[in-house]
Antibody, heavy 122, light 106 residues
Framework: QVQLQESGPGLVKPSETLSLTCTVSGASINSNYWSWIRQTPGKGLEWIGYIDYSGTTNYSPSLKSRISIRLDTSKTQFSLKLSSVTPADTGIYFC????????????????WGQGTLVTVSS | DIQMTQSPSSLSASVGDRVSITCRASQNINKYLNWYQQKPGKAPKFLIYAASSLQSGVPSRFNGSGSGTDFTLTISSLQPEDFATYYCQKSYTPYTFGQGTKLEVK
């Protein structure tokens, strides 16, 4: 059974960088796609980006200039960095496994972490 | 970007009722549509992919239909554990979610 667990600071100051890590167990991080999704009061559920087993990334166009997602296969972890945060970035951040049905067009998020609340405030 | 719009935003129903939730895409997305269920304080749970295919382990009272721009999630006979918020999601990048439909006890 796949398990994911987010970790990182719960409070980040405006203009600083939000950094989160997702630790994966029960599945090989060298396969599948690994994603970050957030849930904010302003925009609801919002996909942030994903990284695949080869390290190729795909980011949300609206966040692309501020995002970096990395894979650490030795630690079975992947990470998110979101720079220049504002209070609008406050929300619950989820990591998730993304799987496919036949092709990348039929992608879905079938395993999720419990989520971690990040507040942007001075 | 393609926008996903759900209706209604909230819905009151009773155990045993049949309920339907609609999701509309701003452009044709064929059958590239997923559904999720979220309970308070929990992560979303994946229910349906390719508009109408049930994820393994999901009860058969859940049914998805539609293609193109209009999709429906139907629960044939509501159970107590089904009261939650439901989201649709476009299944190709950039992945976009609907705003959610909260299913409440009448």
């Amino acid at each position: 059974q796949v398990q994911l667990q987010e970790s990182g600071p719960g409070l980040v100051k405006p203009s600083e960088t939000l950094s989160l890590t997702c630790t994966v167990s029960g599945a090989s991080i060298n396969s599948n796609y690994w994603s970050w999704i957030r849930q904010t009061p302003g925009k609801g559920l919002e996909w942030i980006g994903y990284i695949d087993y080869s390290g190729t990334t795909n980011y949300s166009p609206s966040l692309k200039s501020r995002i970096s997602i990395r894979l650490d296969t030795s630690k079975t972890q992947f990470s998110l960095k979101l720079s220049s945060v504002t209070p609008a970035d406050t929300g619950i951040y989820f990591c998730a496994r993304m799987d496919l049905y036949n092709s990348i067009w039929f992608s879905y998020f079938d395993s999720w972490g419990q989520g971690t609340l990040v507040t942007v405030s001075s | 970007d393609i926008q996903m719009t759900q209706s209604p935003s909230s819905l009151s129903a009773s155990v045993g009722d049949r309920v339907s939730i609609t999701c509309r895409a701003s452009q044709n997305i064929n059958k590239y549509l997923n559904w999720y269920q979220q309970k308070p304080g929990k992560a979303p749970k994946f229910l349906i992919y390719a508009a109408s295919s049930l994820q393994s382990g999901v009860p058969s009272r859940f049914n998805g239909s539609g293609s193109g721009t209009d999709f429906t999630l139907t629960i044939s006979s509501l159970q107590p554990e089904d009261f939650a918020t439901y989201y649709c999601q476009k299944s190709y990048t950039p992945y976009t979610f609907g705003q959610g439909t909260k299913l409440e006890v009448k």
